[in-house]
C-alpha cells in the first residue's frame, strides 16, 4: 500500500510540476486510478498529501483541484526568497566546503548544456538541476532554522513555471548568474554572493510576475 501511495504521489506531483496538470485541473480519483493502474485508495491517499503541501486543494464534496496562483501569493514567494536566499548565499560564501562549490559548478555546467540543446523534458531535467543547485547552496549556509524558513517557501511548481516562461535571452542571464554565484563562493565574497543572488531571483519574478503576466487565478 505504500509503495502504491508512493508513486501515484510521484506521477500525479510531477505531472503537477511539468504543467501536465495545469493550475486548475480537476482531479478525480477514478480517472487518476485507472491511469495509473492502482485502485483508488491510494489515489486518495496521495491526494490528501499534495493538499498537505498546498499543490492540491480539496473541497468537500467538490474533489480535489491543482491549487492556483494568485499574482499576490507569487509576489509573496519571490520577494521571500529574495531576502532569504541572498542571505544563504552570503553565509554560504564562507561556510561553503570545497567540494561543496565544486558540486555547484558541476550543476552549473549541466545546466548550461540543457539550456543550449533543449533535449525532450529539458524543463523537468533543468528544474530538478536548479533546485539542487539552490539547496546546496541554502544547506551551506549552516543555518538550520534559515534552511527551514526556505524550505517553507520554495515551490518547485513555480519554479518550473518560471523555467517554462523563460526566452532564450531569459536562460542566458540565468545561466550566467549560476556561474557567477559559484565565481563568488569560490573568491569566499559574501556580498557578492549575496548581490547576484539577489539579482537571479529578481530576474526570475520580473519573468513571471510581468504587468502582461499571470492573471490572478485564485
Known amino acids: 500500500m505504500a509503495e502504491a501511495v508512493e508513486r501515484v504521489y510521484v506521477a500525479i506531483r510531477s505531472g503537477i510540476i511539468d504543467g501536465t496538470y495545469p493550475s486548475g485541473t480537476p482531479l478525480r480519483a477514478e480517472s487518476l486510478a485507472g491511469q495509473l493502474g492502482v ?9 490528501r498529501r499534495l493538499d498537505a503541501e498546498g499543490l492540491v486543494r480539496i473541497v468537500a464534496n467538490q ?25 544563504a548565499a552570503e553565509l554560504g560564501a564562507s561556510a561553503l566546503s570545497e567540494s ?21 523534458g529539458f524543463i523537468e531535467a533543468i528544474t530538478a538541476a536548479n533546485s539542487q543547485f539552490h539547496r546546496i547552496i541554502v544547506d551551506g549556509s549552516m543555518n538550520q532554522r534559515l534552511a527551514a524558513l526556505i524550505s517553507m517557501v520554495v515551490e518547485t511548481h513555480l519554479v518550473g513555471m518560471t523555467f517554462r516562461n523563460y526566452a532564450p535571452a531569459d536562460f542566458a542571464r540565468s545561466m550566467a548568474h549560476h556561474s557567477e554565484l559559484v565565481a563568488a563562493f569560490r573568491a569566499r565574497n559574501g556580498a557578492w554572493a549575496s548581490a547576484i543572488m539577489q539579482s537571479h531571483i529578481l530576474a526570475a519574478r520580473n519573468v513571471v510576475i510581468a504587468e502582461d503576466g499571470p492573471a490572478d487565478r485564485g
Request: glycine share 6%; net charge negative; hydrophobic share 40%.
Open 63 to 87: 474533489g480535489a483541484r491543482v491549487t492556483g496562483w494568485s499574482r499576490r501569493a507569487m509576489e509573496e514567494v519571490f520577494d521571500l526568497r529574495v531576502r532569504l536566499e541572498s542571505y
Open 39 to 47: 485502485s483508488r485508495t491510494p489515489v486518495r491517499e496521495a491526494l
Open 100 to 120: 561543496a562549490v565544486d558540486e555547484l559548478e558541476r550543476l552549473d555546467g549541466e545546466m548550461r548544456q540543457l539550456s543550449d540543446a533543449r533535449p525532450a
